[in-house]
């Protein structure tokens, strides 16, 4: 608990820019949950080095991924929004939970086996740890809560099994974290092959659609997505293309599936696909005319910076200085 209310905690990676799935599976709904909450949101550029980074361009995806976090409709001067690596207490509790954790366990991470398969050329241990240093993330700040879209959830149980290990030898020492995924939206699927997760680091630019995509994109790419040869606007798990394109158009309009396949009795895909991308450029319109007036305002964006990691560092060091002492590290003399 901080001032009395339970703790939230996410975060994404740190490079690319942010999606539609990114924005529909977690941030929307950070943004829910923000009121009722204390908010922690992290920006993991430590979880991008996973993957070999050019520093600059990195360097600027932090820092527009921290700019769309608050442009979402994040108050940074309620909400403690920093960069992971600001708060060197993560890599010092990744390092003791990595003790804490089994390799078997490791092993039968889905991401570790997919991001393996994807980046052949360097399997590095950063990758195969990579849920070590997520479980510190969490852990660090007493999270009750994580909302994360479906693709994270093994994380979250790996994070939650290494919680209640520590806490079975030391006492309490952590809380143990529920995963909050949504029931609409928690895996937005490429529009290119439905079978496959929008993700940010997909090649075809086609099958994204970017929280920054002009409107014009925005409608190409819902026109050009792949459906099926039917005609008729109807969920169905033989339909994947048009379920997913009903799934997104259900998040930005809030309406259930049933009215949509009522609205679009008799007018076939053109409309629909239409219509989607006319919401969605709608929905996403005020994000990102906040991202340019907060892109072009530095010192705001620097001292909200600094205000959270200060904050961060607080949290994080009241957590870490409690591990230290129950492991048995011998305290600093001051
Ligand atoms: P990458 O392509 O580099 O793996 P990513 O697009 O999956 O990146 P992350 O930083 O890994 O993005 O994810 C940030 C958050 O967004 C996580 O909570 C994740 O579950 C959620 N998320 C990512 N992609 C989707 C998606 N297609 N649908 C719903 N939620 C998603
Ligand atoms: N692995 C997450 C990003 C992430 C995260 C976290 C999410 C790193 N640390 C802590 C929630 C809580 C991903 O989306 N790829």
Redesign the pocket.
Known sequence: MINDKRII?????ATGTLTLGNYLGALKNWVTLSSEYECIY?V?DL?SLTVRQVPAKFRKSARSIYALYVAAGLDPEKNCIYYQSHVSGHAELSWILGCFTYMGELNRMTQFKDKSAKHADNINAGLYTYPVL?AA??LLYQADL?P?GVD?KQ?LEITRDIAQRFNAIYGDVFTVPEAYVPKTGAKIMSLQDPMKKMSKSDENVNATILLLDSKDDILRKFKRAVTDSDSAVRYAEEKPGISNLMGIYSCVTGKSFEEIEKEFDGRGYGDFKAAVGEAVADALAPLKARYQELMADKAYLDSMIKMNDEKAQYYASKTLRKVQKKVGLTERIR
Do not use: L
Request: no cysteine.
């Open positions: 905690y996410s975060g994404m990676q992290g993991m979880h997520m993330d969490i994580v994360i994270q994380h």
